[in-house]
């Protein structure tokens, strides 16, 4: 049986990996899936939240109970979570949001050109939206978690990257096989501001969702 420790609060997710486009037929983008954050709304859900999940290209049905806002680029999933952050009282930034965007949009498709050598694409940085909501929290006591996908010194970059973002939680997946990008199943460890670390062993994505729940939960009193 599930508790409703989640019931009266207001949760933001977000989820799926952003993309962004080069011109109206390409892009840049990753393998996110959004099956983590889906996972994350719908048990946040089941405890009784009231969730706004933001999603980037995820192409999953949208689960029930859950208020869905669809994006496409890291600008527009800024948009959408610093939006609906401003009253909520946990932030779980599950989406793989791209670095950086290609400094220019073609507005015709991209053309080669017989015996010429490809231009090189130009990229500029996009805003690190963590790390802003973090250092600018919308409520007294709101909760952040960020999610780390690492493929070395998994441990010690998460722990930077905790350190540098100033989130409350985040969450360490080794990149594999079988794990983290794509697969139905992921396994992790959970950093703590606080130094703590809570480790879930490799199952489906919805128990690593629970166990930052309980996190989170514990931290909202
Ligand atoms: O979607 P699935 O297929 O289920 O896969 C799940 C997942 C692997 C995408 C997920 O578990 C995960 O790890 N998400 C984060 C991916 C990642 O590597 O993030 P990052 O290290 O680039 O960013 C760290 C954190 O900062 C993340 O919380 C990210 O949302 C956030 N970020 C990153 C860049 C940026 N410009 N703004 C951000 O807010």
Redesign the pocket.
Known sequence: VTEPDLRGRHVVV????TREPLDPVRFLG??????????LARTAAARGARVTLVSAN?GLPEPAGVDVVPVGT?VQL?EAVLKAASDADAVV???????FRPATYAAGKIKKKDGEDPEPIVLVR???????ISADRARPGQVI??????TDNVLANGRK?LDR?R?DL??V?E?GERK????EE?E?VVLGADGSETPVPYGP?EALAETVWDLVARRLG
Do not use: H
Request: aromatic share 6%.
């Open positions: 977000s989820a799926g990996g990753n393998r996110s899936s959004g099956k983590q954050g889906y996972a995820a890291a800024r930034m599950a989406a793989a949001v791209a670095d996009n805003p690190d939206i963590l790390a802003e978690v960020g999610f780390a996908a690492e990257k973002k989130c985040l969450v997946n990149v983290t990008f794509g697969s992921n992790a994505k």
